[in-house]
């Protein structure tokens, strides 16, 4: 059973370009999160979304940043005019949404350098 | 915020027991307890949950008061690969914004030779 699988791992990006990073769920979970995790700082939630619903986006930034979870296909999350500041790792996690276990886990991570 | 409260950074010997303390005074009735953990440069790792009486797994054993006001991470046999900042959060198991992981800043386990 394959796990929440996330790509690029590693992503260049010149100021102003934008940045893509998408994340597959675990078989069987129709809920994707966000986190962000700045260099030597702790992991702040961004969005959380159900397919093509956005359940929660209390942590995202009000501009540039973007979330999708399509019917079909992963979910995207999207940088726009990326800038220094955005050059963090950048974590998915998934959860099946329901049931007593509705265990959260995560991948290994997209890191962003933004030069 | 977080609503966990944990201390820094511990220390424990290889091979020896490591009991990481949280404390979770607010938690509500409905709320579970989860750990993860973080290794360097990976992504958080599920070790265990629990909502009212310990659990035991593979990894790790939680034992949560009889109060839920906090609860005890126990790694068995820690060994050098347990080195990680681990994360104590309270959180509703079913879906819905309440369902988020909120992260502290957890507690930094070195496990020395």
């Known amino acids: 059973n394959a796990g929440v699988m996330q790509n690029p791992r590693h992503l260049v990006r010149r100021r102003g370009q934008e940045a893509r990073l998408r994340c597959s769920p675990m078989?069987?979970?129709?809920?994707v999160y966000w986190y962000r995790q700045l260099p030597e700082e702790g992991l702040k939630f961004m969005v959380y979304?159900?397919?093509?619903?956005?359940?929660?986006e209390s942590g995202m930034p009000k501009e540039r940043f973007s979330a999708e979870f399509p019917k079909e296909g992963p979910s995207i999350l999207r940088i726009q005019q990326v800038v220094r500041g955005d050059s963090a790792a950048y974590f998915c996690?998934?959860?099946?949404?329901f049931g007593t276990g509705n265990t959260i886990y995560f991948g290994e991570g997209s890191w962003l350098t933004v030069v | 915020d977080a609503k966990t409260t944990q201390p820094p950074s511990m220390d424990c010997a290889e091979g020896r027991a490591a009991n990481l303390p949280c404390n979770h005074s607010?938690?509500?009735?409905?709320?579970?307890v989860y750990w993860y953990r973080q290794i360097h440069s990976q992504g958080p790792q599920y070790i265990i949950h629990?909502?009212?009486n310990n659990e035991t797994n593979e990894m790790a054993s939680l034992i949560i008061t009889e109060d839920r006001k906090s609860s005890t991470l126990i790694l068995p046999h820690a060994t050098l690969r347990d080195t990680a900042v681990y994360y104590c959060?309270?959180?509703?198991?079913?879906?819905?914004?309440?369902?988020?992981?909120?992260f502290g800043k957890g507690t930094k386990l070195s496990v020395k030779p």
């Open positions: 996690a998934s959860s099946p949404g």
């Open positions: 078989k069987g979970h129709s809920h």
């Open positions: 979304l159900q397919k093509e619903n956005i359940i929660d």
């Open positions: 607010t938690i509500s009735g409905n709320e579970y």
């Open positions: 629990g909502l009212k």
């Open positions: 959060i309270v959180r509703v198991n079913y879906g819905g914004s309440q369902g988020n992981l909120i």
